[in-house]
């Protein structure tokens, strides 16, 4: 049974992402085939859950962007993985095999990245949403353990991937890869300078009120960067204690749900040494 996505009918819905013939959707399905082809991911549908931002969030509420304001940490860091589909009817204008391969685009300057010539995937790098969730799955904690992923059945370039970069995998998939009938392309992960220079917070927005929102987030993000790098006395000189706070907790409820509960149990401490100290007492340097 192929995995199914909650899709509206044709031309229902304002706004909805995918178009008649639902080709993004098809994308997912064939690149989750194909991964479960080259033993990346499990070839048992039922090991494998697939969370769409537009089939899983109310988006005839008031405000759909809300609905992530106190749980964005906590879904980037359940997930395996980020796949982006790519429509592109115009492919072979760029990337047919006698002008750009495989290989030139994994080489480019910038990796794929900037190698990828899609002028929808160009357009995924100008959005502020795209951007969002690009730097939650580079920064969010991402549980590397070889062991428990070879338990998951993840395995061939996926695993080779993970084990020399040690974040949560990006994956592209176009039109290009589909037609071609390749692997979805691998990103190297939106972290330190790459994260400055792709600025979520400064990305396009259809609807600029959604703008505070991605702010928060952009802060989220930040502040999981310096903890990911042991650098949290920078986040409090930067960031108000509250936020930091915030932060840690989430983060630690994702090292639960990930069965990391050592890491999880530091986070906890930190929360209490810096609420301890805001209670006067002795404590403990983070």
Known sequence: KAPELERRPDGKGEGHPDRSGHPKYEL????????????????????IALWIDFACIDQDGENPAAELNDSMIRLVGLSNMLLTPVVD????????????????????????????????????????????????????????????????????????????KGVRPHALFGTRELQLREAPLLLAPLQGDMLQNCNPAKGQLSKEEDRPTIERHVREVLIAEFVRKDQLGRALELYEEENVIEVLQQLADVHEGQCQYSMQMDLLVKVFEIQRKNLGHDHVDV
Request: charged share 30%; net charge negative; glycine share 8%.
């Open 28 to 47: 997912i399905v064939a690149a989750v085939r194909r991964m479960q082809l080259d033993g990346w991911v499990s070839k048992d549908d039922n090991k």
């Open 89 to 164: 009817d115009e492919w072979q204008t760029w990337a047919a095999p006698d002008k750009k391969n495989r290989g030139d685009i994994e080489r480019a300057s910038g990796g794929v990245a900037n190698g990828y010539l899609a002028n929808a995937w160009k357009e995924y790098w100008r959005r502020a949403w795209c951007l969002l969730e690009m730097v939650y799955a580079a920064n969010v904690p991402f549980s590397h353990d070889m062991e428990l992923l070879r338990q998951l059945d993840v395995g061939g370039d996926l695993i080779m991937f993970l084990r020399d």
